[in-house]
């Protein structure tokens, strides 16, 4: 444990403005937001939101092309950021001919001063694997512990995981998001992952950033942010939105025959009426704001970006 790392209002990450793009197409646009450190934060979007590429200009593997993302208050490729940045990209690169006592030799060659062999050996082990495999005649999902083990090894402040879980079966899966959790609780790093398994971040994941079309729509605390909306249910029984939605900004509202089922902001106060209403789940909030590119974004304070930010640009 770092002795800056509980800080208040310490900043792991933070976007003003950030745009990327490929040739001409942008894949993110003017996005701002900010990650304070020791968050375990769900980086969430549909396919092509730009998920990927945020977290490959985070590692400083990729340059903003307008404002600019910080890394703990720095550069994100400036050398001090380096060793406290672990990245495991969707394509988890890894030499197949080398064996996993290689890998993770090499992980200590790398990582001078700051390796934690005994860390990065224990997820092995709990997977039952050999030090003496070589890497290309494991499974995926295999291979994806010891790409998971290289990045704890290195005990990062900041970890970015691209999709990490997508080909480990259920039982490691559950194993794994156990590790993740012991790491971020016993360390307090910094962890953004990126999933498109809703299931997998409920619990897991403190803190929410949601893109799509390359621009943030939600950032912030998931419990402040599940906290200032309602899911409504009720019968519909007027022509178009009921009037008692008219204080309140609708994030979506679908009519089923006669059942009417919204999302809706109550940061104007709790809906009058007849209403059913109750706190929505995380998933019942992400496919709202999904189904529904017209509704606002919304940034929790916590997720604002600080003027800071700006010095580091
Ligand atoms: N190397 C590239 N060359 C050109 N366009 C790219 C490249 N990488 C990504 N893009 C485009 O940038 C946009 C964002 O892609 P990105 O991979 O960041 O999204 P994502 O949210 O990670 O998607 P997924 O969930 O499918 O992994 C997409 O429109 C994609 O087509």
């Known amino acids: 444990m770092t002795e800056l790392t509980f800080l208040p209002g310490r900043t792991a990450l933070e976007a003003v403005g950030l745009g990327v ?3 001409r197409r942008w894949a993110l646009r ?21 998920k990927s590429t945020l977290l490959s200009v985070a590692a400083g593997l990729r340059r903003a092309d307008a404002g600019a993302l910080s890394v703990f ?14 990245y495991l990209a969707q394509d988890k690169p890894l030499y197949p001919q080398f064996t996993v006592a290689d890998t993770l030799r090499m992980g200590r060659e790398l990582n001078p001063g700051h390796w934690d062999q005994a860390r990065a050996e224990r997820l092995i082990r709990q997977g039952n694997l050999s030090l003496h495999a070589r890497v290309g005649s494991l499974s995926g999902g295999q291979r994806t512990r010891v790409a998971l ?3 704890f090894g290195k005990r990062p402040e ?20 156990a590790a993740l959790m012991t790491e971020a609780a016993e360390n307090a790093t910094t962890i953004v992952l990126a999933s498109h398994v809703l299931a997998e971040l409920e619990g ?13 729509r939600l950032a912030g605390e998931v419990e402040d942010l599940l906290a200032t909306h309602s899911l409504v249910v009720g019968r519909h029984e007027e022509a178009g939105e009921p009037r008692e939605f008219r204080d309140h900004t609708v994030v979506e509202c679908r009519v089923t025959g006669r059942q009417l089922t919204a999302l809706v902001r109550t940061e104007e106060g709790p809906l009058a009426g007849r209403w059913e209403t ?36």
């Open 21 to 23: 793009r490929y040739r």
């Open 30 to 50: 003017d996005c701002s937001f900010r990650v304070p450190a020791g968050r375990v934060c769900a980086l969430v979007g549909p396919n092509g939101a730009g």
């Open 73 to 86: 208050d720095g550069l994100p490729a400036d050398p001090d950021n380096r060793p406290r940045v672990a």
């Open 149 to 151: 083990a290289l990045a």
């Open 158 to 177: 900041l970890l970015l995981l691209d999709e990490p879980m997508g080909d480990l079966d259920p039982l490691v899966r559950h194993e794994m998001t």
């Open 204 to 216: 897991v994941c403190d803190y929410l950033l949601l893109l799509s079309g390359g621009r943030v």
């Open 278 to 313: 109750s706190e929505p789940s995380l998933e019942d909030l992400l496919l709202a704001y999904l189904r529904s590119p017209q509704a606002p974004s919304l940034l929790t304070p916590s997720a604002e970006p600080r003027l800071g930010l700006r010095r580091a640009v």
